[in-house]
């Protein structure tokens, strides 16, 4: 079965651009959940999307939005690109919003700001 | 979520048992602690979690003092493949919580030397 599948792999933006990163949970898997890593840091929780509702929010600017499809694949949008973005953007799903959930992370996405 | 504490950096020898401590002093009663590993390039990777009582899976076992404040991730026969970030977290417990919006620490990188 594939796992988390996340696209593109890398991409690099300039300042002030816009930018969608793409994500595609497991098979049967509802909820999706957004992170955002800056190097040497531990992933930073941006958003969590179940069954189409955002059900959680980290403290990220209203740049970063998303939103969650009827085949739970789900985007993050990030406007008006900051250097200070420049980041490994992952994306985890789980099959339900459940304390007692595994979370199944994909590779990322390597966004660069110039 | 509650606030974790782990060494910075820990070595292990191949083929020992690798211990890895986590603080986790203002856990709440309904809160789960999970680790997750992060090995370079990749996203972290679900190793194992647990409320109150020990668990053990075919990766690790968990050991959760009495009081809750403390616990311990075993690596029982440590490889090369192990060297990694690993990453204890509090958290999840709260209602409606769940492990999609968990806090990341910056974790304990574990290096696994021959």
Redesign the interface.
């Given at each position: 079965d594939a796992g988390v599948t996340q696209s593109p792999t890398h991409l690099i933006k300039t300042r002030g651009q816009h930018v969608t990163l793409r994500c595609s949970p497991i098979s049967g898997h509802k909820s999706v959940s957004w992170y955002q890593q800056v190097l040497g840091q531990g992933p930073q929780f941006i958003f969590q999307y179940y069954e189409k509702e955002e059900r959680g929010r980290g403290n990220f600017p209203d740049r970063f939005s998303a939103r969650q499809f009827p085949n739970y694949s789900s985007e993050l949008n990030v406007n008006a690109l900051l250097l200070g973005d420049s980041a490994l953007y992952l994306c985890a799903s789980s099959l339900r919003q459940a304390t007692n959930e595994k979370l199944f992370f994909g590779s990322g996405t390597q966004l660069s700001v110039l | 979520d509650a606030k974790t504490t782990q060494p910075p950096s820990m070595d292990c020898a191949e083929g020992r048992a690798a211990n890895l401590p986590c603080n986790h002093s203002t856990i709440s009663g309904?809160e789960?602690v999970y680790w997750?590993r992060q090995i370079h390039?990749?996203?972290?990777?679900?190793i194992i979690?647990g409320l109150k009582n020990n668990e053990t899976n075919e990766m690790a076992s968990l050991i959760i003092t009495e009081d809750r404040k403390s616990s311990t991730l075993i690596l029982p026969h440590a490889t090369l493949r192990d060297t990694a970030?690993y990453?204890c977290i509090a958290g999840?417990?709260t209602y409606?919580?769940?492990?999609?919006?968990?806090?990341?620490?910056?974790?304990t990188k574990l290096s696994v030397k021959p």
């Open positions: - | 309904n789960y997750y390039s990749q996203g972290p990777q679900y979690h970030v990453y999840g417990g409606g919580g769940s492990q999609g919006n968990l806090i990341f620490g910056k974790g």
